[in-house]
């Protein structure tokens, strides 16, 4: 395929960017006094900010590809991802969870483990994390350097290099403040540099009306009933009645429940957004207010790839085919950004790309380095030292780890599978984590040996459970039944990893409360106060009107959640 | 002493919008037979710079209360 041509507009729109992050750090620079400053952002910043970047670092290169390309496969089903597998745990951990990760003082989720039950559970969660983001923010590094590469001609080695330096830079000098405003100016940028494209290819299609003919015509296609791909739950009575090849109960339980809790409540990449907020109700708000642009955010990324698809399917050849055969998925938003943006909103939107990808990258590089500095170096390494050492361990932790994200992308070009592999590790990892903080905060009883064990056994069980199932259709190995014998076949991809993280939730959730009845508690009552939901005073919202209360946001948000599902049933 | 993140926020995109206003005016129609036909850097550059500017608006206000 030829590569888009940009004009010089469009360069000084991505150069002016550039100048605006790197300012952020640079006027951030004297801030930095203490490793609080530099990790928590001094505990000091106000609640729509850091629900701003609360949603904003999750918002990275591969949310948006990702969604985008999911948005083409599956259609308005990929909205699951948002309204049922993020606004249940978003306002789980604002109203239930926040009050411990606050009011404990941890300074990091592993942190929190660490003080409800004991040092090894702490090592052991932080260790998985810092090896996590790592590789996470590697292989965005990697899917954003193709991308380029592929729709622009960019050097693969030079996009690498000018992104990481420039990350580098500005919270090598701002720290965690640096990147939180970073993340709200990336916000604006993706918000108002996605949605021309949005609305352009709603007119161009006819609105939601004509877009729902066109994937009719992509529904007929692949064999389904018309309205596969523009109803999210009509379709769910059985898994083979969808594309996403699930039905309702694995999608509740499997995404609504096991998956996005885990994900929303215990990663502390949008943790930290929270807790470096300036008091305990703004704390309770971030996510809150976090899930107000997260709920209509489909509308950004996943209508993009519908609007691919529909043109694939009806204007021929829209994205260009694979080696497998199958279209393209992961090129629907760059295809649509070539395909209607003039030079001028091209540029915009190239950069809004690029801001997606820097405010995930830069999320995982500050929960690396505070892990890595607090959890790991000052737990395990050199504890004692005094907090000058340590804000200086951060910032080599910072250089580390980008280095290790650069060297992790290049990893991913020279094994395919290593991304595939490393994802499918990192799901057995995260899938039983809510089970042990949810058994943690709720019931006083937990001890620290049957946390630390539950969670080896959900992993084993979750990666036992991968290794002897299959999706349909494919072929042991990467994609399940590494074991060699394949116990039972699920209709989808999908459907296996829904599968998979109930299996790991339950299995360390029993473990944890059968290990917790045997094992003797060794935190007493007054240890565990502001730790523990039956031993913490409860938060009083009495004070405030109640229009500001962290509840009445919950409320409307739920609720509006609802109206959408049904919407768009 | 903080920054106002607003600052940034508004300043970038006052000034992006701005440009997109200009390039809008200047540039042929040929350019906007992608777009349909509409000339969106024009529009929706003036929308980039109504937000920038009420955002700078709203962080310069912010300056006068604070004492």
């Known amino acids: ?165 420039i990350v580098l830079a500005y919270i090598f000098l701002g720290g965690l403040t640096s990147a939180i405003y970073n993340e709200v100016l990336q916000f604006f940028l993706i918000v108002l540099g996605f949605l021309p494209l949005v609305l352009l290819g709603l007119k161009d299609v006819g609105g939601w009306s004509g877009l729902t003919s066109k994937l009719a015509v992509v529904a007929t296609n692949a064999g389904f009933e018309p309205g596969a791909w523009s109803h999210s739950w009509k379709y769910t009575d059985a898994a083979t009645h969808n594309p996403m090849g699930i039905e309702w109960f694995g999608l509740i339980m499997g995404l609504g429940f096991a998956m996005s809790f885990g994900y929303w409540c215990t990663d502390f990449l949008v943790v930290q957004r929270a807790m470096a907020a300036g008091s305990m109700t703004a704390a309770r708000r971030t996510p809150l207010i976090a899930a107000v642009p997260k709920m209509l955010m489909p509308a950004l990324v996943i209508l993009p790839g519908m609007l691919a698809i529909g043109m694939h399917a009806t204007r021929g050849g829209f994205l260009p085919i694979g080696t497998d055969g199958q279209p393209n998925y992961n090129l629907a938003i760059p295809m649509l950004l070539a395909h209607y943006l003039p030079t001028g909103l091209l540029g915009l939107g190239l950069t809004a790309l690029m801001a997606s990808f820097m405010s995930g990258m830069a999320g995982n590089v500050t929960a690396f380095n505070t892990v890595w500095t607090y959890d790991i170096y000052q737990t395990f390494i050199r504890p004692g030292q005094s907090d000058s050492h340590y804000l200086r361990m951060g910032h080599a932790a910072t250089v580390f780890g980008i280095l290790a994200s650069v060297v992790a992308a290049y990893a991913a070009t020279r094994f395919n599978n290593i991304n595939d592999i490393l994802q499918l590790v990192f799901s057995f990892v995260n899938g039983p984590l809510f089970a042990t903080f949810l058994l943690g905060m709720f019931w006083k009883r937990t001890t620290g040996h049957a946390a630390f064990f539950g969670l080896l056994t959900g992993t084993f069980a979750a990666a036992m459970h991968y290794g002897l199932t299959l999706p349909h259709g494919a072929v042991p190995g990467i994609k399940g039944g590494f074991l060699g014998t394949v116990l039972h076949t699920y209709p989808s991809e999908m459907a296996l990893n829904f599968w998979t993280a109930i299996v790991a939730w339950t299995s360390c959730f029993v473990t944890t409360l059968a290990i917790s009845l045997f094992t003797r508690r060794t935190k007493t009552d007054d240890e565990l106060r502001g730790l523990v939901y039956s031993l913490t005073p409860r938060q009083s919202d009495g004070a405030m009107p109640w229009y500001k209360r962290p509840v009445t946001l919950a409320v409307g948000i739920l609720a509006a959640s609802a109206v959408l599902n049904v919407i768009f049933w | 002493m903080r920054l106002d993140v607003r600052f940034p926020i508004g300043g970038m995109f006052t000034i992006i919008g701005a440009m997109l206003v200009i390039y809008g005016l200047v540039s042929p129609a040929a350019v906007y037979e992608r777009s349909l036909g509409i000339n969106v850097n024009l529009w929706w550059g003036l929308v980039l710079l109504v937000f920038g500017v009420v955002m700078l608006v709203f962080a310069y206000r912010a300056t006068k209360t604070q004492p």
């Open chain 1, 1 to 165: 395929m030829s590569h888009i041509q940009l004009g010089g507009i469009d360069y000084a729109i991505l150069i002016i960017y550039f100048v605006f992050v790197l300012g952020i750090g640079w006027a951030l620079r004297r801030v930095i006094r203490s490793s609080e400053d530099f990790f928590l952002s001094g505990r000091s910043i106000p609640a729509w900010i850091a629900g701003l970047a609360f949603i904003s670092a999750n918002l990275g290169a591969q949310e948006v590809i990702g969604m985008g390309a999911s948005g083409a496969k599956y259609g308005i089903m990929t909205s699951h991802f948002y309204w049922v597998g993020a606004m249940p745990a978003m306002v789980f951990v604002g109203l239930f969870m926040m009050p411990f990760y606050y009011g404990s003082r941890a300074r990091s989720v592993p942190e929190y483990l660490k003080l409800r039950f004991d040092e090894k559970t702490r090592g052991l969660n932080a260790i998985t994390f810092a090896i996590m983001t790592v590789f996470s923010s590697g292989i965005s590094m990697y899917a954003l350097a193709k991308l380029l590469e592929l729709v622009l001609g960019w050097s693969f080695h030079a996009s690498i290099i000018v992104t990481g330096v």
